[in-house]
């Protein structure tokens, strides 16, 4: 694609004048080209690139807050385990309110500070 696009931009173009319309033809299509590898290489790199550096990774990690578990009771009802520090609770969802429910207790869910 790239040896297309050298080749279209070495073709020798004259000064434009009245009867020179394929001059601009020629300007068109280096133009058009240019775009299509643009378009391509943008594509490429938020497909790819922009996934590896993982920026929305490392603004949402929080050490202090961690969802242990997560289940659906209804439509856009959920029921959450939540971490917070070194407590458990018990957290009720919609689409209109968050309620805590419950703190829970007990030996399962005492996991190790990292």
């Known amino acids: ?3 297309i696009l050298f080749e279209i931009a ?12 394929v ?25 790819y690139a922009v996934p590896r550096l993982s920026f929305a990774k490392k ?10 578990s997560r289940f659906t009771i209804g439509p856009k009802q959920y029921l959450y385990l939540v971490k ?12 209109h309110s968050i309620t805590k429910l419950a703190d829970v207790e ?3 869910f005492k996991y190790d500070e990292q």
């Not at 070495?10 to 319309?21: D, H």
């Not at 070194?86 to 919609?94: E, P, Q, Y």
């Open 1 to 3: 694609m790239l040896t």
């Open 106 to 108: 007990g030996e399962e």
């Open 84 to 95: 917070i520090s070194k407590k458990c609770i018990l957290l009720g969802a919609t689409d």
């Open 59 to 68: 603004f949402s990690e929080n050490k202090h807050i961690k969802i242990l």
């Open 10 to 21: 070495a073709i020798p173009t004259e000064a434009a004048s009245r009867g020179s319309a």
């Open 23 to 47: 001059d601009f033809s020629l300007l068109f299509i280096k133009m058009v080209a240019a775009l299509v590898v643009a378009c391509i290489a943008a594509v490429l790199i938020l497909k």
